[in-house]
């Protein structure tokens, strides 16, 4: 018995149904199920039982290894592991406005500039459009070949005469539609199968191709999280909307690393590369001032110094705000407990805000003990050392656990002109140069801020006055 195909498909996650219904089970979200075409049944029609005969290889065999077109732009090559890799597939996701497009023009510039074939289509914008913006970049003169095509049969048809292409860049992926697929372009259906169609012209032609695709405001790729699945490299180009820097970050990479972040300023004239983001994160800060700690943080290979800010005040509400921006909401619900529960630091009473300077986002547990410090340090009222940096994650128990490469932080930090570290105590060993102040539980570090400040601790109510 043939079933029918499943023609109702869930706008958010792609999950297929035989009949409507109001949710959708696989993702939760209501009224997201929508009447799409049918794919096409997989393959032409073959007599089951009789397949095409392939030849297995060895594991060994030659190791056809994974060459890779570097960019020529430092902070993306680094991200994507030391460039595009031939015949691979990379989605860049980011908010509308974020620099996509301008960051994609320049490395096809900048490919086109090293003399490799680099292919610009643009779903979105007219060719007009894309030459006034490379003409603000100042990138005229690159011998990138610009389009204005959303039909993916007619760019795989164009793209497969002449020379390969080295990088292809489709801006963007909902914009995309392909005959083999009767649904509207942007549905889920039209994107699962543009992408696939394109994905496909890549493995064959040896092209690395990028896709670009949005993102909605709760910063899912928008329809295509099936296409996540489907290629290569997913990266992401985030920033805050009130500073100019960006930030490039892979979520997902078959070919390199996931925890490498690329950062970029947007300037008048394009994207600038950073090479140093720590002395750009710490280029602003107000020394001298309560609740700030400088974190020595990793973001993949690179150290990277960012000042964290804590705000701690009384609160008029019954229930104290916690706000946190940069940082992970339940992470600072947990050192805020194990202030309370371990360290005697009465914080019901008080209003909490925690924001991670310039708009970077720090997924480390590593920042604990600087956002402790910072949060300590705004309720005692008292400055903490301007030439100090803080690293260490805190356990449930208040012990200050060690952290991964504790060398290269301290390093980076004595690097910046910094002379004091407050760390877990096996960093000891790796000192650098620095005083280091080795601490084994939160409540040293309490006791010691609280020494220089006017901190009151125990059953009373609230910590300081005047
Ligand atoms: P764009 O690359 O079009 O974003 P996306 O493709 O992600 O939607 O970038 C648009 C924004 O960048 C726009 O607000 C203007 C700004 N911008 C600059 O500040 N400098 C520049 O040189 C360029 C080209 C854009
Ligand atoms: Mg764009």
Redesign the pocket.
């Known amino acids: 018995m043939s079933k029918r195909h499943l023609t109702f498909v869930c706008q958010n996650c792609g999950a297929a149904y035989n009949r409507w219904q109001g949710k959708c089970e696989a993702c939760g979200e209501w009224n997201t199920l929508s009447e799409e075409g049918s794919d096409k049944p997989a393959g032409p029609g073959r007599k089951p039982g009789k397949g095409r005969l392939f030849q297995l290889q060895d594991l060994a065999g030659d190791a056809q290894d994974a060459p890779r077109i570097a960019s020529g732009i430092g902070e993306l090559d680094r991200v994507t592991g030391g460039g595009f890799v031939r015949g691979s597939v990379l989605l860049l996701g980011?908010d509308?406005?974020?620099?996509?497009?301008?960051?994609l023009i320049q490395a096809t510039a900048a490919l086109a500039r090293a003399g490799e074939r680099a292919v610009y289509i643009s779903g979105e914008e007219a060719v007009a459009q894309v030459r006034l913006?490379a003409e603000?970049?100042g990138l005229r003169e690159a011998r990138v070949e610009l389009a204005s095509e959303t039909s993916v049969e007619d760019i795989v048809a164009t793209l497969s005469e002449g020379r390969t292409p080295r990088l292809i860049v489709i801006d963007s992926i909902q914009t995309m539609w392909t005959d083999t697929v009767e649904s509207a372009p942007g549905t889920v259906t039209q994107v699962r199968g543009s992408a696939q169609a394109l994905i496909r012209f890549a493995k064959r032609c040896g092209a690395a191709v990028i896709l670009?695709g949005h993102v909605t405001k709760d910063g899912q790729i928008a329809g295509p999280r099936v296409v996540e699945h489907m290629v290569d490299a997913v990266l992401s180009?985030e920033g805050e909307g009130s500073h100019q820097f960006r930030i490039l970050r892979a979520v997902k990479n078959r070919f390199g690393p996931t925890d490498e972040i690329g950062v970029f300023e947007?300037?008048?004239?394009?994207l600038r590369e950073i090479t140093n983001p720590s002395e750009l994160f710490l280029s602003e800060r107000d020394l001298g001032q309560p609740g700030t700690a400088v974190f020595a943080g990793m973001e993949g290979t690179r150290p990277l110094l960012v000042e964290i800010q804590a705000l701690v005040a009384p609160s008029s509400l019954g229930t104290p705000r916690r706000s946190v921006v940069g940082w992970d909401g339940s992470r600072l619900s947990m050192v805020l407990a194990v202030l309370e529960a371990h360290c005697g630091v009465r914080l019901g009473g008080h209003d909490v805000y925690l924001n991670v300077a310039g708009g970077l986002r720090i997924q480390e547990p590593a920042a604990d003990l600087a956002a402790a410090a910072a949060l300590v340090s705004s309720l005692a009222n008292a400055p903490l050392p301007a030439d100090s940096v803080y690293f260490g994650e805190v356990s449930l128990s208040g012990a200050i656990r060690p952290v991964a490469q504790a060398g290269a932080r301290l390093k980076e930090a004595a690097k910046l002109g910094f002379t004091g570290a407050v760390v877990p105590e096996s960093a000891r060993a790796e000192a650098a140069g620095l005083s280091v102040n080795d601490i084994a539980s939160l409540t040293s570090l309490v006791a010691d801020i609280a020494q220089r400040g006017n901190l009151r601790r125990g059953g009373e109510n609230g910590a300081q006055e005047g």
């Open positions: 980011g509308p406005g974020i620099g996509k497009s301008t960051l913006r603000r970049l670009v180009f947007m300037t008048g004239s394009g």
